[in-house]
């Protein structure tokens, strides 16, 4: 899986379009208009991934790699562009979960990391694959307690050995077709685009 990270890698022009968070819910509405809405479902991540212009040789490569997943069969890891590593300028260190926190949390405690992560950067666990997003700032100091607020919340325990990744987040997908299918240029260079939906 590491050759698909690095095929895929920002450093080849790739760029990261339409990150979308996908929930599933229920409404009931009553006679007199009153509303009930339950989150019925997990919570993933979509995202587009567009290609630079490539050569006969680079488009080949992808394309093999993308038709070895047999449409939506096969899950793959990639670490997409632009939205896997925080917007920080000064984070660093690796930030250790402080004690046992079960699924559907949704505020984990933690030290070993330094400097702010942003709301809005993605983050994940080393215990687990699914991705979350930090809905407030962390302000770390190494030394003390600090809160990531998370969304969504937890969907898998994690304990005081766990890690938290904040740059280079791999996140687990599949390809939301079966048709796999490349654009020629009129200078001879190939494009693609592609889906991909968080695997849970």
């Known amino acids: ?17 339409d990150l979308q968070s996908n929930t599933t819910s229920r409404i009931t509405t009553s006679v007199s208009g009153k509303t009930q809405r339950i989150k019925t479902g997990a919570q993933s991540w979509t995202f587009k991934l567009k290609s630079p212009a490539l050569t006969r040789d680079e488009m080949m490569r992808d394309y093999a790699t993308l038709v070895s997943k047999e449409g939506q069969v096969q899950a793959f890891t990639i670490v997409p562009p632009i939205v896997s590593s925080t917007r920080s300028t000064n984070a660093s260190g690796t930030p250790t979960v402080l004690s046992t926190y079960g699924a559907g949390t949704s505020v984990v405690r933690a030290n070993g990391g330094s400097g702010t992560l942003k709301q809005g950067d993605m983050i994940k666990f080393s215990n687990h694959s699914k991705v979350y997003m930090l809905t407030h700032d962390v302000n770390q100091d190494e030394s003390s307690e600090d809160s990531f607020q998370i969304y969504p919340p937890l969907v898998t325990a994690v304990t005081n050995s766990t890690t938290i990744i904040y740059n280079n987040v791999e996140f687990t997908v599949y390809l ?4 796999i299918k490349t654009l020629t240029q009129a200078d001879g260079t190939f494009k693609y685009e592609i889906v991909c939906i968080e695997e849970i």
């Open 176 to 179: 939301d077709t079966d048709q």
């Open 1 to 17: 899986m590491g050759h698909e990270v690095t095929l895929f890698s920002s450093s080849r022009g790739y760029q990261t379009l």
